[in-house]
C-alpha cells in the first residue's frame, strides 16, 4: 500500500467539565487513502468529534491528543494555523448534517461558492464565477445559472445540501468528511446526494470519511466501516462484509433494525455490556 | 370492513392562507382505521401526514371533510372527552416535555384537568406499563435519556386511558436500538390495552413492522393504500411507492455508471 491519504494514531479528544473531564474519543486509530470509509455508532460514541479532531474544529474547552495525526504528510497536530487554513476547505474539506445551519443565510449560493473557491485559488472573479457554475451543475442542481443568485433561505434542504457539497468540492479537495450528510434529508433526495458523493469520489479519486448513524446505508455506500461505541473503534470491517460482524454491539446494531424483508417481533434489543466500553 | 372503524377520514383537505399565498397541506385524504389495529401514515417531508395527525387532533385547521372518531364527528374546538379517547405523542422527547416539570407533574397534569382521582396510584401505574421504575417519578427531563423521555411521553399520553394513539415520528429522534425498544413497548401496550395507533413516519420499514394497513402520501394528496404483506412482497402498485422502498433498501450503486461524467 502507498503512502495513507490520512494517518490517525491514537487520536484522543477531550472535554474538561466542571462535572469532570470527559473523553469523547479514546485512542481511535485507522489509515484512510483514497476510498470511501464509513464511521458508524450512535450518539455521543464519538463519530463526529473524530471528524471534527482531524480538521482542528473540536470546539473550546476541548483538547485534542495524538499520537499522530498526519495528513499526506503533513503533520496537523504541530502544523501553522496558516498551514490548517490552506489545508481546511482547500484539500480537505467538510460537509455538515444540516444545510439551513451551515451556509451562510445573508449571501447568495453563488457567492459563497465563489468565495470558497477564491479563498484557496489564486483566480478572477469571472474564473471563479465559471468553475462555481460548473459545480453547481456537477451536483446536477437544475438551472444552476437560476440558484446561483438565491439565497439559502430559497431553496430546498436537498438543493441547499448540494449547494454544500459544490462549495465544498470547487477546490477539488483530496479529503472530503462528511458528517451525516443525509440526515436531514428525504430518502429519495438523499440516494440522490450519494449519487453524486460517489461519482465525486470515483472519478477525482477523494478519500471520503462518510459519518453516520445509518448502519444500513453505510453498508451499502461505504467500502470499509469503522464501528464505533463509547469513544472507540470496536469494530473494523469490509462493508459488504458487515452481516457477519464478530462484535456483539456491530451484530446487536444490525439485528435491532426492523427491516421490510422480515417481520421479527420482538425487535431483538442491544443489552450494553459495561465490558465494550473499557 | 366487518366492524365500524375507530377512525373514519372523509375527504380531509387542510388549507393554511388564502389568496395567492393559499396552500393545500392536504387535499382530500380519506382513510379508516379498524379498532386494535395500527394504520401508518407515510411520505416524505411536505407530503402532509403529519398535518393529518394535527387535524385529527385540532391542531391544525379542518377546511373541508369529515372526521370520525368511534362513531361519532368530532366537534370543533375538540372537547375534552375526545382527548379522554385520543391522545398525541410527538416526534422529539427534547421538546414535547417542559423542562422545568417533573416526571409527576408532567404526568399529574392531564389527570387534575379531568378531574380524576387517585393520581398517584395512576402515575405509578402508569409509569410501569411503560416499563420505568417509581424511581423515575421525580426526575426532571434533563436526568432522562431520548428513549427514557419517550416513554414519558407515551406514559403521558397513556394515562387517560384513550382509545388513540396518534404517533408523529415516535422514533426517529432516536439511536437505532433504543428505537427498538419503543417499537416493542408500543406494540405490547396496543396489545394489552387493546389501543387503536395511527402512525406518522418517513421510515417504511418501521411502519411496515408495526403497521397492518397504511398510506402513501405525496404533496398532501394519497398516493397509494396498501398493507404491509404487500408492502414487504414488494407488490406496491405506484412507481412512487416502489421508489421508497427502493430508497429504504440502502444505496445502490448503477453499473455500468449512469449519468453523464462530470464536467470539470
Redesign the interface.
Given at each position: 500500500m502507498t503512502a495513507p491519504l490520512l494517518d490517525v494514531e491514537d487520536l484522543r479528544v477531550r472535554f474538561h467539565l466542571r462535572t469532570g473531564t470527559v473523553e469523547a474519543v479514546r485512542g481511535v486509530t485507522f489509515k484512510l487513502g483514497r476510498e470511501r470509509l464509513g464511521i458508524v455508532g450512535?450518539?455521543g460514541s464519538g463519530k463526529s468529534q473524530t471528524g471534527r479532531a482531524i480538521l482542528g474544529l473540536t470546539p473550546p474547552p476541548g483538547e485534542v491528543e495524538a499520537r499522530r495525526l498526519a495528513f499526506d504528510g503533513i503533520d496537523l497536530l504541530t502544523a501553522s494555523r496558516r498551514t490548517l487554513r490552506a489545508l481546511r476547505g482547500g484539500r480537505i474539506s467538510m460537509v455538515m448534517q444540516d444545510p439551513k445551519y451551515s451556509l451562510n443565510p445573508v449571501m447568495p449560493i453563488g457567492e459563497q461558492i465563489i468565495e470558497a473557491y477564491q479563498a484557496h485559488k489564486k483566480a478572477g472573479k469571472g474564473e471563479a464565477r465559471d468553475r462555481a457554475l460548473?459545480m453547481l451543475?456537477?451536483v446536477?442542481m437544475r438551472d444552476p445559472g437560476r440558484v446561483f443568485a438565491l439565497y439559502p433561505h430559497e431553496v430546498s434542504?436537498g438543493m441547499g445540501q448540494r449547494a454544500m457539497i459544490a462549495m465544498m468540492l470547487v477546490t477539488?479537495p483530496d479529503l472530503l468528511i462528511a458528517d451525516e450528510p443525509t440526515s436531514a434529508l428525504?430518502?429519495?433526495?438523499?440516494?440522490e446526494i450519494?449519487?453524486i458523493l460517489?461519482?465525486?469520489v470515483?472519478?477525482?479519486g477523494m478519500g471520503l470519511i462518510f459519518i453516520s448513524?445509518d448502519?444500513?446505508?453505510v453498508?451499502?455506500?461505504c467500502d470499509r466501516v469503522l464501528v464505533m461505541y463509547a469513544g472507540r473503534v470496536v469494530e473494523e470491517i469490509e462493508a459488504r462484509n458487515l452481516r457477519d460482524a464478530r462484535h456483539p454491539y456491530t451484530q446487536?446494531?444490525m439485528r435491532?433494525?426492523?427491516?421490510?424483508?422480515?417481520?421479527v417481533?420482538?425487535?431483538?434489543?442491544?443489552n450494553r455490556d459495561p465490558a465494550w466500553a473499557l | 370492513m366487518a366492524r365500524d372503524p375507530m377512525l373514519d377520514i372523509r375527504s380531509l383537505r387542510v388549507t393554511y392562507g388564502t389568496g395567492r399565498m393559499q396552500v393545500d397541506a392536504v387535499k382530500d385524504v380519506s382513510f379508516q382505521v379498524e379498532p386494535g389495529s395500527v394504520y401508518g401514515l407515510v411520505g416524505?417531508?411536505g407530503s402532509g401526514k403529519s398535518t393529518v395527525l394535527r387535524a385529527i387532533c385540532g391542531l391544525a385547521p379542518v377546511s373541508a371533510g369529515r372526521i370520525m372518531v368511534d362513531g361519532r364527528e368530532v366537534p370543533s374546538p375538540r372537547s375534552k372527552a375526545f382527548y379522554r379517547t385520543v391522545q398525541m405523542v410527538f416526534q422529539d422527547p427534547y421538546a414535547s416535555l417542559h423542562p422545568r416539570h417533573t416526571v409527576d407533574r408532567t404526568l399529574s397534569e392531564p389527570l387534575a384537568i379531568h378531574g380524576e382521582r387517585d393520581a398517584e396510584a395512576r402515575i405509578l401505574q402508569a409509569l410501569r406499563e411503560v416499563g420505568l421504575g417509581p424511581s423515575f417519578r421525580f426526575r426532571y427531563p434533563h436526568q432522562l435519556s431520548?428513549g427514557q423521555r419517550q416513554r414519558i411521553a407515551i406514559a403521558r399520553a397513556l394515562i387517560l386511558r384513550p382509545k388513540v394513539l396518534l404517533l408523529d415520528e415516535p422514533t426517529s429522534a432516536l439511536?437505532?436500538?433504543v428505537?427498538?425498544?419503543i417499537?416493542?413497548l408500543l406494540?405490547?401496550l396496543r396489545r394489552n390495552l387493546g389501543l387503536t395507533y395511527i402512525l406518522v413516519s418517513?421510515d417504511?420499514?418501521?411502519v411496515?413492522?408495526l403497521c397492518d394497513r397504511l398510506l402513501v402520501m405525496r404533496h398532501g394528496e394519497a398516493v397509494e393504500e396498501t398493507s404491509?404483506e404487500t408492502?414487504?412482497a414488494?407488490r406496491v402498485e405506484s412507481d412512487y411507492t416502489r421508489?421508497?422502498?427502493e430508497?429504504?433498501?440502502?444505496?445502490?450503486?448503477?453499473t455500468p455508471?449512469a449519468?453523464a461524467?462530470?464536467?470539470?
Open positions: 450512535e450518539s460548473a451543475e456537477a446536477k434542504g477539488e428525504d430518502v429519495t433526495v438523499s440516494m450519494l449519487r460517489d461519482e465525486l470515483s472519478e477525482r448513524h448502519l444500513k446505508l453498508s451499502s455506500f446487536g446494531l435491532c433494525l426492523p427491516t421490510l424483508k422480515d417481520d417481533r420482538p425487535l431483538p434489543t442491544l | 416524505e417531508s431520548g439511536d437505532a436500538s428505537q427498538a425498544e417499537l416493542n406494540d405490547d418517513h417504511l420499514a418501521v411496515a413492522h404491509s408492502l414487504r414488494n421508489s421508497l422502498v430508497a429504504s433498501q440502502g444505496f445502490t450503486r448503477r455508471q449519468g461524467p462530470l464536467a470539470s
